[in-house]
C-alpha cells in the first residue's frame, strides 16, 4: 500500500506522501474508534459533487491507485481521465464505474480507485498550480511509461484552469455580488404629502450566496449615489497605487 | 382642503379674543407646532396650569391645540400657498393680526414640517453611506495561488422601519466592484439626464 521512497521533493510529492502517512495514520485510528476530526477535516479530500457536501477519503489510496493504471492501457488512461474530470464536474457515479469495469473486465472497485487516485492527482495539481516540469517530476514516481505520463499530463494542463475554478467554489461562502439592477423615480405624492419632487434610485442587489441568489432592494438619493461612485471608485484606484503595487509584485 | 367639524370649532374658538388672549393664542400655537416636531416620548403639552391660560377650562385648550395641529399638518400635506391658507383661517374668524402670527410660526416650521410627513409610509432601505474594505487574497485550503483583489463593500442602511435597517455586506471581485460602479454611474448619468430635461 505505501509507495515507494519519493527521491525529489516536488510540492504534489510531498503532499501525497504527507497525506497516505496521516491518512493511514487516521485509518488505524479509524479502527481505533479515535478518528479525529482534525485528521478527517485535513486529509480527506472534497469530492466534488454538485452538492458539494460529499465527503470521501483517498489519501492512502492515491499513489498505489495511480499504480493500477500503469497496468491499464494507454487508452484506458485516456477514458478513466475523462471519468475523472466529469467526477470533479458532477460528483462520482457508480454507474460509470460498473460500465467501465464490464469493459474493461476488471472489478468495478479497481476502476473506482483509479478514477479516485487520477482525481485526487489532478485536483492537488491544480490545487497548488503546479508547473509542467514539477507535474511530469510527481508522476515520474508511478512508474508509468512516458507517453502515460504525456497523457497525464495533458489531462493535467487542460482541465487545470476548470478544476481551479471549481475549487474556487469551495471557498469558504460569503454573500458576494452578482448583480445590480437600477430604476430612477421621481416620488409626487403620498398619502400623507402631497406635491412633492422626490428623485429616488431604486436598486435591487442580487447578492450569491451558497450558490442561491438572494436580493434585497434598496434606495438611495442622488447625492449618496454620487458619494458612493466615488467611494467605490477610490476603493478602484486604490487597488493602483504604489503600496498595493509593492505588496503584488513581491507576493509570488 | 377640509378639516372635521370638531376641528374647525377649535380654530374658531382659538380665533376668539375674549376666550384667548394674543399670549395665550401664541403659547397654544407654539405647542402644536413644537408636539410635532419633537419625537412621540417628549411631545410638548401646553403648560395647562400656565398663568396666561389660567381662565381657560382645560378641555378647551386641549380642544384648540388639538385643531391647530391638525389643521398645521393638513396644510403641510396639501402645500397650501399664503392666500388660501389666509382665506382659510380668515373664514374661522381669525383676525388679520392672528393669520399673520400664524403664518410667520408655519413658515419657520414648513420644511421641517415637510421631510416628516415625506418619511412617512413603506419605503425601500435607504442607502445612507458606503463603506470598503481591500484585501490581496493569497491562497485558501482549497486553491493556492490565487493571487487575487477581493473587496467588501458595506452598505449601511437607514429605514423608518428598524428591523429592516440591516446593513448589507458583500465580498466583490476587482471585475465585480468595477461592474457595481459601472452600473452605479449609469443611472447617475440618466439622472443627470433627466434633471436637464
Same mark, same amino acid.
Given at each position: 500500500m505505501r509507495p515507494e521512497p519519493l527521491h525529489a521533493q516536488t510540492p504534489v510529492r510531498r503532499h501525497v506522501e504527507a497525506s497516505v502517512h496521516e491518512s493511514e495514520r487516521c485509518w488505524k485510528e479509524d479502527m481505533n474508534g479515535g478518528f479525529s476530526t482534525r485528521c478527517r477535516g485535513q486529509h480527506l479530500l472534497v469530492a466534488l459533487s454538485p452538492a458539494r457536501s460529499v465527503w470521501y477519503p483517498v489519501g492512502t489510496r492515491a499513489a498505489h491507485v495511480c499504480r493500477t493504471c500503469a497496468t491499464l492501457?494507454?487508452?484506458?488512461? %485516456? *477514458?478513466?481521465?475523462?471519468?475523472? #474530470?466529469?467526477?470533479?464536474?458532477?460528483?462520482?457515479?457508480?454507474?460509470?464505474?460498473?460500465?467501465?469495469?464490464?469493459?474493461? %473486465? #476488471? *472489478? *468495478?472497485?479497481?476502476?473506482?480507485?483509479? #478514477?479516485?487516485?487520477?482525481?485526487?492527482?489532478? +485536483?492537488? +495539481? +491544480?490545487?497548488?498550480?503546479?508547473?509542467?516540469?514539477?507535474?511530469?517530476? +510527481? #508522476?515520474?514516481?508511478?512508474?508509468?511509461? /512516458? %507517453?502515460?505520463?504525456?497523457?497525464?499530463?495533458?489531462?493535467?494542463? /487542460?482541465? $487545470?484552469?476548470?478544476? $481551479? $475554478?471549481?475549487?474556487? %467554489?469551495?471557498?469558504?461562502? @460569503?454573500?458576494?455580488?452578482?448583480?445590480?439592477?437600477?430604476? @430612477?423615480d421621481v416620488q409626487l405624492a403620498s398619502r400623507s404629502l402631497r406635491h412633492q419632487i422626490k428623485p429616488t434610485v431604486t436598486m435591487k442587489l442580487h447578492l450569491e450566496e451558497n450558490s442561491e441568489l438572494k436580493t434585497s432592494v434598496l434606495q438611495t438619493d442622488p447625492a449618496t449615489l454620487i458619494h458612493m461612485i466615488q467611494e467605490l471608485e477610490q476603493a478602484l484606484a486604490e487597488m493602483k497605487t504604489n503600496h498595493c503595487r509593492r505588496i503584488v509584485r513581491n507576493i509570488k | 382642503m377640509e378639516l372635521s367639524e370638531d376641528s374647525l370649532r377649535g380654530l374658531q374658538r382659538l380665533a376668539d379674543p375674549a376666550q384667548f388672549s394674543p399670549r395665550a393664542f401664541g403659547a397654544v400655537l407654539r405647542a402644536a407646532f413644537l408636539s410635532l416636531s419633537l419625537s412621540p416620548d417628549q411631545a410638548a403639552h401646553p403648560a395647562v396650569d400656565d398663568t396666561v391660560f389660567q381662565h381657560i377650562p382645560p378641555c378647551h385648550i386641549k380642544e384648540c391645540q388639538a385643531a391647530a395641529t391638525m389643521f398645521i399638518l393638513e396644510a403641510v400635506r396639501n402645500t397650501i400657498d399664503r392666500a388660501a391658507l389666509s382665506t382659510f383661517l380668515e373664514d374661522c374668524k381669525f383676525d388679520k393680526e392672528r393669520t399673520e402670527h400664524f403664518w410667520t410660526e408655519y413658515q419657520k416650521h414648513r420644511e421641517s414640517l415637510e421631510i416628516l410627513l415625506e418619511n412617512i409610509g413603506r419605503t425601500p432601505p435607504h442607502v445612507s453611506d458606503v463603506s470598503w474594505r481591500l484585501a490581496y487574497e493569497i491562497k485558501t485550503n482549497q486553491l493556492y495561488k490565487t493571487h487575487r483583489p477581493s473587496y467588501l463593500v458595506k452598505f449601511n442602511l437607514e429605514s423608518p422601519d428598524t428591523s429592516q435597517a440591516k446593513d448589507i455586506s458583500f465580498n466583490c471581485s476587482m471585475e465585480q466592484l468595477q461592474d457595481l460602479v459601472g452600473k452605479l454611474k449609469d443611472a447617475a448619468k440618466g439622472l443627470e439626464r433627466t434633471s436637464q430635461m
Open positions: 492501457m494507454l487508452t484506458l488512461l %485516456e *477514458s478513466l481521465g475523462r471519468i475523472a #474530470v466529469e467526477f470533479l464536474r458532477k460528483g462520482s457515479n457508480p454507474k460509470v464505474y460498473e460500465g467501465a469495469a464490464r469493459k474493461l %473486465e #476488471v *472489478s *468495478s472497485t479497481t476502476v473506482q480507485q483509479a #478514477v479516485e487516485g487520477l482525481t485526487y492527482l489532478l +485536483s492537488e +495539481s +491544480s490545487k497548488l498550480l503546479i508547473s509542467d516540469i514539477d507535474f511530469q517530476d +510527481s #508522476v515520474l514516481v508511478l512508474g508509468f511509461s /512516458e %507517453e502515460l505520463n504525456k497523457v497525464l499530463l495533458q489531462l493535467y494542463l /487542460e482541465h $487545470r484552469k476548470e478544476i $481551479r $475554478r471549481i475549487l474556487s %467554489e469551495l471557498q469558504p461562502n @460569503l454573500p458576494h455580488y452578482h448583480n445590480l439592477e437600477w430604476r @430612477l | -
